[in-house]
């Protein structure tokens, strides 16, 4: 068996195992065997008969405990065998009318068709053993992770200390100085792999964990890997998950919901990005007021507890383990009071950037689109054009304009090369506002 040493370096730690095992037992799930039995029975509902194999593959759970469910569902005549194996490679099992009966009721009470779920006391003890604060972040991590960014040195001495921390983050400053884009990217440094559940069981009620969307398994994650060594089929070896929301948010995002379609609860943005980076984008662009959206975390930043609900009434709470990371073109003091900036450990300013770094990024963007600069170029964008008009040296600006300069070249079929005069003419267009004034230093 061809095993990949890179999934090997970061798969869990002893501690970790201790608590993501395959469970051999009913009593071993930590979950009501009703609630079991239930899940069992709406995936057959979904088919006209089945085997063991194939719903403990779809339930997660080992062959044993499932025919252990299936043989008790029989003795209540909810399940009936269709086939005895003579005739094919297993046993079938199917429900009868009754079991379809309760099937449908179940169906309408909680829509949730997926692999078991993990109680809610054993979801806090995995996030708990898979904190961000386990992992240290070295000047070389940090920029071996943003090897594609220029990082001015400053930058890497507040943000590596910043995620060591573990602590919120305020990052500010001007539009297009690469905030979005560095927070976007600060989830690759952390290297270990982590156990995300499927779905949480709270009290009797699922709340379906696991997004797709937000979730990213390991690729190279095998079933004779995780099989072999007896981890629980319930939970999905995954990277630290980024969620990132921007102008979009709204309350409701942030607390256990209803779908109503699927009958299905869903975890709130914080819970899917345990273990990981929440990135809460374009502060102050949100429906929702700011004192509403920071206040929302007051609690979870002083205790690292998040205490949420589910529609049926019942409280319940989780760790907050992640690096929370608030992202806005407004000054922190604009939007917040002392109190709330007290909880937040960093708040980072992003600038503009030197002249080194600004040619660097303009040389790099060239060759990326694989053109040449005449000599006078880019001392022509620095020196004229933004002294001239008063534009800061943003690190955004390189990467536009030159894929600007090629549109032009390629639409007129020009040598591919980055002239002065190119240089005007797409800085026309982009700096609107500016137009005249570089007319009128021509």
Known sequence: MNINTSLLKNRPTHSQGSITLKPKSLKDTGVSPRLLETLLIKHLSQTTDDDV???????????????????????????????????????RYGLTLKGRNLAHHELQRDGYLGPAPISLEHYKKIVLKQ????????????????????????????????????????????????????????????????????????????????????????????????????????LVLCHRPEVVVGGELTGDMLEVTMDSAHRVNRAPLQMKANNGILLIDDLGRQKVSVDAILNRWIIPLEEGIDYL???????????????????????????????????????????????EDYTTLWQRESQKHQLTNSPDSISFVIDTLHKTCEVPLLPCYPRDLVAMCSNQINFYELQPIITSELIKTVWACYFVNNEQEVSSHE
Request: aromatic share 8%.
């Open 309 to 355: 609900s589910l529609n049926s009434g019942d409280h319940f709470d989780i760790p907050f383990e992640q690096v929370l990371v608030f992202s806005s073109n407004i000054h922190p003091a604009k939007l917040a009071d002392d109190a709330f900036l007290r909880r937040i450990g960093y708040k980072i300013n992003f600038g503009p950037i030197s002249v």
């Open 131 to 234: 904190t961000t604060k386990t992992e240290r972040i070295s000047p070389e991590i940090l920029r071996n992770g943003l090897e594609d960014l220029i990082l001015p040195e400053d930058i890497v001495g507040t943000v590596g200390p910043a995620l060591n921390s573990g602590r919120a983050i305020f990052i500010y400053g001007l539009p297009g100085t690469g905030k979005t884009y560095i927070s976007r990217r600060l989830v690759r440094l952390f290297s270990a792999h982590i156990y995300i559940p499927y779905s949480v069981c709270v009290g009797n009620q699922v709340i379906q964990l696991f997004d797709p969307i937000i979730h990213n398994p390991v690729a190279e994650q095998s079933e004779s890997l995780l099989l072999d060594d007896g981890y629980d089929n319930r």
């Open 53 to 91: 194999i194939s719903l403990s593959k779809k339930i997660g759970l080992s062959g044993n405990i499932v025919e252990q469910m299936l043989q008790k569902q029989k003795a209540e005549a909810f399940v009936e065998v269709r086939s005895d194996g003579r005739f094919s490679n297993s046993v």
